[in-house]
């Protein structure tokens, strides 16, 4: 478990820049996956927080946090949702009769460091959330279940599937290199 | 190659049932001490006897440590610095000033707490109520209130489908499609001629293009008065619909609205979503809506003039519309009692740099928005104007601005907190 400590109780700007900045950033990089939307997050939750500093009640900063944090991830998701934005293949985009230069080509998304943070990316938000907060962050059920709001069951149910569906990504990635492998032989 | 089994675990028919199935679920908990004693002896004894749940365990055990192991990433320099998120920044209101003050050193705190009497003072005297409520703007809602007016103005072309590109500077890092289904409405241009253009534009007819294989013609809209190129618009010769729009804002193409895949010929579908109780009434009912207390131009900047107000009553906390037309862009402005609440604002909204006089926030993207309180009232403006459109609308509507000397003093303030920010820091640095 991350090592955490009490803070004052109202903390100022800085405070929470020193103390929670590498917190508040690395939750949202394991949530997002990359650099960009990791650096979006993680200013949006600074932003959150600081505008309501006035209003949070001493007690658990870390809780309201990370309250704030899921928030703000799942807001973020379920607004994606509702415009269902895809990425846009460079053929389909109707130039009119003088073609102008397409847009940028489709970086491709590079191979991630780790197969895990790749398949932690693929797991379904809910499922994602609640391992980073368990695993990632080292919060017991009880305090993931506070976060969220999530029943205890629930907690316990998202926690394993996430689990489940990091395994499973890393036992199809094994499986795969291994048949690469048996290919070159 | 399960061992004998074991006659404890075959008590009654209940254990029995106790399968791979229903062990399975419970590996993590048990993994974190979290399943409670009955269950995890029974879950421990399966174990003993099914190598294949042990091996799940094991599987699960290992995401757990790689997940415990995933190495901290350092924070990008300068992430959370002030100047890194200066146009996200919100200035604390006054209230706030004074509680922040707690702790500071007791001249500083003598200062704020001289400085907070000034500006209630100075507030008091403009009229401005302090204790007048918070409302949250709701954004998504207003915009799909927006949405659904424009719609309405609009003849309605019969659309089976539709698949449309946007962008925007600041908008997605890619370009990004927006599909939507059983489309009903588009606003259609008139075929007779741009003389739904107010006086503002003027229209030139360019050459005739192809997109998608369909033929259209490319109109050029110019300001007037500048002969700026506003917009320039694609427009399907068969059904009239705007096949590609490139919008331009202050000489650079703000925007692009094209479609990727049109479908007119397919069986038109019956509107599917009903849009929420929108009672679009008349200009004249404007009057009625003075003498209720409802303060709305005729006439916004930029030659906005007032086509409809909308009343959403039955929405608590949006009660007014009003939709304003250029003759080519649609702006709405939504009028709620009370002050933004800017905790509640979506925190993609920045502070607007150029609207010096306020504190406004705004919005990226289609429509395009911006908030700011004015007088007991908060005003949300959305619209698919052009940046510099809304802006100059922006800045001839009332809004909560500070006198001169209460500018000044913000100023002062401003340098004040800065001070103990600073001071803060370095004495936390030095613990």
């Known amino acids: 478990m991350r090592q955490r400590q009490d803070p004052d109780p109202r903390p100022s700007w800085d405070d929470v820049a020193d103390r929670y900045g590498a917190t508040i950033?690395?939750?949202?990089?394991?949530?997002?996956?990359?650099?960009?939307?990791?650096?979006?997050?993680?200013?949006?939750?600074?932003?959150?927080?600081?505008?309501?500093?006035?209003?949070?009640?001493?007690?658990?900063?870390?809780?309201?946090?990370?309250?704030?944090?899921?928030?703000?991830?799942?807001?973020?998701?379920?607004?994606?949702?509702?415009?269902?934005?895809?990425?846009?293949?460079?053929?389909?985009?109707?130039?009119?009769?003088?073609?102008?230069?397409?847009?940028?080509?489709?970086?491709?998304?590079?191979?991630?460091?780790?197969?895990?943070?790749?398949?932690?990316?693929?797991?379904?938000?809910?499922?994602?959330?609640?391992?980073?907060?368990?695993?990632?962050?080292?919060?017991?059920?009880?305090?993931?279940?506070?976060?969220?709001?999530?029943?205890?069951?629930?907690?316990?149910?998202?926690?394993?599937?996430?689990?489940?569906?990091?395994k499973a990504y890393l036992d199809a990635a094994a499986a795969e290199d291994l048949a690469a492998g048996d290919a070159r032989e | 190659m399960q061992r004998p089994p074991r006659t404890w675990l075959q008590v009654t028919p209940v254990n029995e049932r106790h399968t791979c199935a229903d062990h399975e679920p419970e590996l993590s908990a048990l993994l974190d001490g979290q399943l409670a004693e009955p269950a995890a002896a029974r879950l421990r004894a399966h174990l003993v006897d099914c190598p294949g749940c042990l091996a799940e365990l094991e599987g699960i055990r290992r995401a757990r440590s790689l997940l415990r192991s995933l190495p901290v990433r350092a924070v990008p320099a300068g992430l959370f610095t002030q100047s890194a998120v200066e146009g996200l920044y919100v200035s604390p209101p006054p209230r706030r000033i004074q509680r922040s003050a707690m702790g500071l050193r007791p001249l500083l705190v003598a200062m704020l707490v001289a400085a907070v009497v000034v500006v209630t003072a100075v507030f008091a005297l403009g009229g401005i109520d302090s204790q007048s409520a918070?409302?949250?703007?709701?954004?998504?809602?207003?915009?799909?209130?927006?949405?659904?007016?424009?719609?309405?103005?609009?003849?309605?072309?019969?659309?089976?489908?539709?698949?449309?590109?946007?962008?925007?500077?600041?908008?997605?890092?890619?370009?990004?499609?927006?599909?939507?289904?059983?489309?009903?409405?588009?606003?259609?241009?008139?075929?007779?001629?741009?003389?739904?253009?107010?006086?503002?534009?003027?229209?030139?007819?360019?050459?005739?293009?192809?997109?998608?294989?369909?033929?259209?013609?490319?109109?050029?809209?110019?300001?007037?008065?500048?002969?700026?190129?506003?917009?320039?618009?694609?427009?399907?010769?068969?059904?009239g619909v705007f096949l590609r729009r490139e919008t331009y804002s202050s000489?650079?193409?703000?925007?692009?609205?094209?479609?990727?895949?049109?479908?007119?010929?397919?069986?038109?579908?019956?509107?599917?979503?009903?849009?929420?109780?929108?009672?679009?009434?008349?200009?004249?009912?404007?009057?009625?809506?003075?003498?209720?207390?409802?303060?709305?131009?005729?006439?916004?900047?930029?030659?906005?003039?007032?086509?409809?107000?909308?009343?959403?009553?039955?929405?608590?906390?949006?009660?007014?519309?009003?939709?304003?037309?250029?003759?080519?862009y649609t702006v709405s402005l939504f009028v709620q009692p009370g002050q933004p609440d800017l905790s509640a604002l979506p925190t993609d909204m920045a502070q607007v740099a150029e609207l010096t006089d306020r504190r406004a926030y705004a919005m990226s993207g289609l429509p395009a928005g911006i908030v700011w309180g004015s007088e007991h009232h908060t005003l949300t403006m959305l619209g698919d104007a052009p940046r510099d459109d809304l802006l100059a609308i922006a800045t001839a509507l009332p809004a909560d601005r500070p006198t001169s000397p209460s500018a000044r003093f913000g100023r002062g303030m401003r340098r004040v907190i800065d001070a103990s920010r600073a001071t803060i820091s370095a004495t936390t640095v030095d613990p």
């Open chain 1, 25 to 166: 950033y690395n939750m949202a990089y394991r949530l997002t996956g990359n650099p960009d939307d990791a650096a979006d997050l993680a200013q949006d939750v600074f932003v959150r927080v600081y505008r309501n500093l006035d209003r949070y009640q001493p007690g658990t900063f870390d809780g309201w946090l990370y309250r704030i944090t899921k928030n703000l991830f799942l807001d973020g998701i379920r607004r994606s949702r509702r415009f269902r934005m895809e990425p846009l293949a460079q053929e389909n985009w109707n130039e009119p009769a003088c073609p102008q230069p397409g847009p940028a080509d489709l970086i491709e998304r590079r191979l991630l460091e780790s197969g895990l943070e790749e398949g932690l990316g693929r797991l379904a938000p809910n499922f994602r959330l609640a391992v980073v907060l368990c695993d990632v962050e080292g919060l017991t059920y009880d305090e993931v279940a506070a976060v969220t709001g999530w029943p205890l069951g629930t907690v316990r149910s998202r926690i394993h599937r996430g689990r489940k569906g990091l």
């Open chain 2, 134 to 239: 918070l409302v949250a703007v709701d954004v998504p809602r207003l915009v799909a209130h927006h949405l659904d007016a424009a719609d309405d103005r609009g003849e309605v072309v019969p659309m089976a489908s539709e698949r449309l590109v946007l962008e925007w500077p600041g908008g997605p890092a890619e370009p990004a499609t927006v599909s939507r289904s059983a489309v009903v409405s588009a606003p259609q241009p008139d075929v007779e001629g741009p003389t739904v253009l107010s006086d503002k534009y003027e229209v030139a007819v360019g050459s005739t293009e192809q997109i998608m294989d369909r033929r259209c013609v490319r109109l050029d809209v110019r300001i007037a008065t500048t002969g700026e190129l506003r917009e320039q618009v694609w427009i399907d010769d068969a059904s």
């Open chain 2, 251 to 328: 000489g650079e193409r703000a925007r692009t609205v094209a479609y990727l895949s049109l479908d007119l010929d397919g069986p038109s579908p019956q509107a599917t979503s009903t849009p929420g109780p929108i009672t679009v009434s008349s200009p004249a009912q404007l009057g009625a809506l003075r003498t209720a207390g409802w303060s709305l131009p005729t006439e916004l900047a930029r030659g906005y003039t007032l086509e409809a107000t909308s009343v959403h009553s039955s929405t608590p906390g949006m009660p007014l519309q009003a939709i304003y037309s250029d003759g080519l």
